[in-house]
């Protein structure tokens, strides 16, 4: 009896970056038991004790599994034409297609183990950039597995997966800038010209870049009113976040003409399906949509602020208002609430809003059949009631009054979430393990 052992070498984590190196350990051993060791001494043949295998490969293959219908003869034949044919048919061994892979390594062949020994092979593969990242979704899924396959003499082939999870890394579309990304202090110091000059991976730079771009602080104003007048301005102080931050915002309710009791902000996944849609699901989305509050935000960044010139730099956000056009909604998709904070905020001046992103979501990313987006969605409820109660004259205290008329408007704000490092996110793998009999 053999037994199969894979271990991912990065214990602390079974996430990788696009673009990354994963790395495996295999260990193929001729287990014996007490009934195999006294067959085999009663046989007394060294030859029939040995265990037999044919040979043994690894590869790194991304399965797309889906509700929408697709041709995957002309993918099926573009990846043949890739890896070539091999007796191992990746595409019946898992439930989906095969979108990505990667040519198959031989990890040996024909390995003779004696009883007790063990064998170990390393395998490392790259993560392929073009890649989708790992999703469970409504209507379509990716995930990726490293598939271990080895075949026994005069048996059949048999297979052991280990599952990854990759995150999306965002390629640098100008290779002009990379110069002036990688760029450090150390660069400016005086160079040693007996030290040689590391170079620099490609995944290095867009790490780099990925960072510059989360850290940048961006701060935006939304004006923020509805049919009966102003109820609040909103600050978010950047618009790309990564994997495990929080995003901060703050709400200023003076000088408001219309006062707001409570709100809601929830953290939204949006999967939009890129193909279209039937007519009778677009008439759906479109009557939902109508039964919206009427509400338009205006944004102005703090250049306009400093400059002078806000009225000139005032754009219309995409609300579920007046500023959508009804004959053509923009669609929602699929629609999944991560996160949710909510205050009641009467009378309240100035509050924030911290909405934590987890570290097990995806982030966003485009396919040829699915676009992941993110958002923040308001739920405001109003009252035009702008006293709040009767005050008593012994005490100084208030008495809240008895009915409120309210009225609920809500809002939609885009946001950008990149990936982590994948090093930052505690997911500790296990050991897998097959028994060939």
């Known amino acids: 009896m053999i037994e199969i052992k894979a271990k991912l070498v990065r214990a602390d984590s079974a ?64 990846l043949t034409e890739m890896i070539g044919r091999t007796a191992l048919d990746a595409v019946t061994q898992a439930p989906g297609e095969v979108i990505v892979a990667t040519k198959p390594k031989i990890l040996f062949c024909d390995l003779r183990l004696q009883p007790g020994e063990t064998k170990m092979y390393f395998f490392n593969e790259f993560v392929p950039r073009d890649g989708p990242p790992t999703y469970r979704g409504h209507n379509i899924r990716y995930f990726y597995k490293i598939t271990i396959a080895t075949q026994r003499v005069k048996s059949k082939v048999q297979t052991l997966t280990v599952p990854i999870r990759a995150l999306p890394i965002p390629i640098i579309s100008r290779p002009d800038e990379l110069p002036v990304t990688v760029e450090t202090n150390e660069e400016l110091a005086p160079t040693n010209p007996f030290l040689e000059k590391r170079e620099i991976s490609e995944l290095e730079i867009s790490w780099h870049h990925l960072k510059n771009v989360t850290a940048r602080r961006a701060p935006k104003f939304y004006r923020i009113s509805n049919k009966r ?88 956000s995409a609300t579920s208002g007046s500023s959508r056009d009804k004959d053509a909604p923009e669609p929602t998709g699929k629609l999944s609430t991560i996160s949710t904070s909510h205050q009641v905020c009467y009378a309240t001046l100035q509050t924030q809003v911290v909405v934590p992103i987890p570290l097990h979501v995806t982030p966003t990313f485009r396919t040829d059949l699915v676009d992941v987006r993110w958002r923040l969605h308001f739920e405001f409820v109003t009252t035009t009631l702008m006293d709040f109660g009767i005050p008593n004259p012994d005490f100084g205290e208030l008495k809240a009054p008895a009915e409120l008329p309210v009225e609920t408007m809500v809002w939609n704000l885009p946001v950008t979430i990149y990936a982590a490092n994948p090093l930052q996110i505690y997911a500790p793998n296990q050991t897998f393990n097959m028994l060939i009999k």
């Not at 696009?18 to 051993?29: A, D, K, Q, W």
């Not at 009791?261 to 677009?282: A, D, G, W, Y």
């Not at 009557?287 to 306009?304: K, L, R, Y």
Request: glycine share 6%; hydrophobic share 35%.
């Open 229 to 316: 007048g102003f109820v609040g301005r909103f600050c978010l102080f950047k618009p790309a976040y990564k994997l495990g931050e929080d995003i901060v915002g703050s709400l200023d309710f003076g000088q408001c003409q219309v006062r707001c009791v409570q709100f809601s902000v929830k953290l939204q996944q949006q999967e939009l399906s890129i193909r279209p849609q039937p007519v009778q699901t677009q008439q759906l989305q479109s009557q939902s949509s109508a039964g919206d509050d009427v509400s338009s935000i205006n944004s102005f960044d703090m250049a306009s602020i400093a400059s002078g010139v806000v009225a000139d730099n005032l754009h219309k």
């Open 15 to 78: 996430i990788y970056a696009t673009g990354e190196r994963v790395e495996c350990l295999i260990e193929f051993t001729h287990r014996v038991f007490s009934d195999d060791q006294s067959a085999s001494q009663s046989r007394n043949a060294n030859e029939a004790s040995q265990e037999n295998l044919a040979w043994a490969s690894a590869q790194l293959h991304c399965y797309r599994k889906t509700s929408y219908s697709t041709s995957t003869a002309d993918r099926t034949a573009e």
